[in-house]
């Protein structure tokens, strides 16, 4: 019984040791999963807002634009009203490892001629590439459009580069790619 009552409870400082290294252990495979997690889930910004671009694209293109409005007539459009219309190349400020405000309004007249815009800050660089603003464009299966995001999420001046290319089915359509281009996705 005086053995019993002498017994001090607590852990001896090998299972200390022991805690110690298992939670070393498991944070030192943890932390880079999570840091890779993070990263996957900031370039899901990219494909998301390339898409967007091209929906606001395709709904320029077949919408019906009036000479008026400022956009320039080519010899296949008829009348004041035309269709098949795109808009001229356009790119946003340089990507940075922090997230930026764009004012997409007045950043650049590619953008807001499409009526493409974010709510919230971005990662990426965007670019919309084209042959240059016109109306009339006729069916053909040459690109069109070329929509890129171009980011640099871990500040080492390595980016990263998402291309989304959209061209013209034979009923005059806008069709994108089946896929995004990606190259060296987590830089």
Do not use: H
């Not at 932390?31 to 671009?53: C, D, H, Q, W």
């Not at 694209?57 to 035309?82: D, F, Q």
């Not at 995001?149 to 959209?166: F, H, I, R, W």
């Amino acid at each position: 019984m005086r053995k019993l009552l002498k017994r001090k409870e607590g852990f001896t400082l090998i299972e200390l040791m022991i805690v110690v290294a298992i939670i070393g252990i498991l944070a030192a495979i943890a932390i880079p999963a999570f840091v890779g997690y993070l990263t996957r889930a900031k370039t899901s910004e990219a494909s998301g807002n390339l898409k967007g671009m091209f929906t606001a694209a395709a709904g320029y293109y077949s919408n019906e634009m009036w000479a008026t409005r400022g956009v320039n007539v080519t010899a296949g459009a008829t009348g004041l009203a035309s269709t098949a219309c795109i808009v001229g190349a356009g790119i946003t400020p340089a990507p940075t490892n922090q997230k930026q405000n764009i004012n997409w309004a007045t950043e650049e007249a590619a953008f807001s001629g499409i009526g493409f815009t974010t709510r919230d800050a971005t990662y990426y660089q965007y670019e919309i590439f084209s042959p240059g603003a016109a109306c009339g464009i006729t069916a053909t299966t040459a690109s069109v459009y070329s929509f890129r995001a171009y980011g640099d999420l871990d500040g080492d001046t390595n980016t990263s580069m998402y291309e989304l290319a959209a061209g013209t089915n034979a009923q005059n359509e806008l069709m994108r790619a089946p896929g995004i281009y990606r190259e060296a996705e987590l830089e």
